[in-house]
T-cell receptor, first 112, second 114 residues
Framework: DAKTTQPPSMDCAEGRAANLPCNHS???????VYWYRQIHSQGPQYIIH???NNETNEMASLIITEDRKSSTLILPHATLRDTAVYYC?????????????FGQGTELSVKP | NAGVTQTPKFQVLKTGQSMTLQCAQD?????MSWYRQDPGMGLRLIHY???????DQGEVPNGYNVSRSTTEDFPLRLLSAAPSQTSVYFC?????????????FGPGTRLTVL
């Protein structure tokens, strides 16, 4: 799985958009970009994933650059409950083991 | 659906004791896995299973055993607990399609080994 680089921490004002970047310059053509988050003391939670097209769901949007070497997770209207560690994971979708390799992630603090 | 459930939520063991952490899912997922998370660290894969009767090792398997006799259950056994196994343990399950293998995590078991 490709290595990812994320800033260790970010702040965001409540109600504003939170834009979390991720670099994955060594990504392969068949690797997806996944985002999970972990709210303090809870199990990780899936947010969104994509291959090359931008994706949107009820939680967030995922913007992947045309060369696929970086991506941005967008939480359109951050709330205090979005304070969490966000993990960007690049991996091949496999039926032989969804072995998620978690890095250090970005600690997002949403402030009033 | 209850999703992924884990028991117990908290456990304190003495060095050398054994115990089993329970994990169950009601989503008929073929894939299940166990992770541990040490304070201030990311998650590390212990063992995983791609279906009933099939298990394999992850990054940090030493000191842990698993079995998968049913699709629903994936228990993690500590045969002789050590202080280094103090951690939070998360179980996860996932389904697979050509474009996704999203994992769903349980709430975790917080284990302290004295």
């Amino acid at each position: 799985d490709a290595k990812t680089t994320q800033p260790p921490s970010m702040d965001c004002a409540e109600g504003r958009a939170a834009n979390l970047p991720c670099n994955h310059s060594t990504i392969s053509g068949n690797e997806y970009v996944y985002w999970y988050r972990q709210i303090h003391s809870q199990g990780p939670q899936y947010i969104i994933h994509g291959l090359k097209n931008n994706e949107t769901n009820e939680m967030a949007s995922l913007i992947i650059t045309e060369d696929r070497k970086s991506s941005t997770l967008i939480l359109p209207h951050a709330t205090l409950r979005d304070t969490a560690v966000y993990y960007c994971i690049v991996r091949v979708v496999s039926n032989q083991g969804g072995k998620l390799i978690f890095g250090q992630g970005t600690e997002l603090s949403v402030k009033p | 659906n209850a999703g992924v459930t884990q028991t117990p939520k908290f456990q304190v063991l003495k060095t050398g004791q054994s115990m089993t952490l329970q994990c169950a899912q009601d989503m008929n997922h073929e894939y299940m896995s166990w992770y541990r998370q040490d304070p201030g660290m990311g998650l590390r894969l212990i063992h995983y299973s791609v279906g009933a009767g099939i298990t394999d090792q992850g990054e940090v398997p030493n000191g842990y055993n698993v079995s998968r006799s049913t699709t629903e259950d994936f228990p993690l056994r500590l045969l002789s607990a050590a202080p280094s196994q103090t951690s939070v343990y998360f179980c996860a399950s996932s389904y697979w399609s050509e474009s996704t293998d999203t994992q769903y995590f349980g709430p975790g078991t917080r284990l302290t080994v004295l």
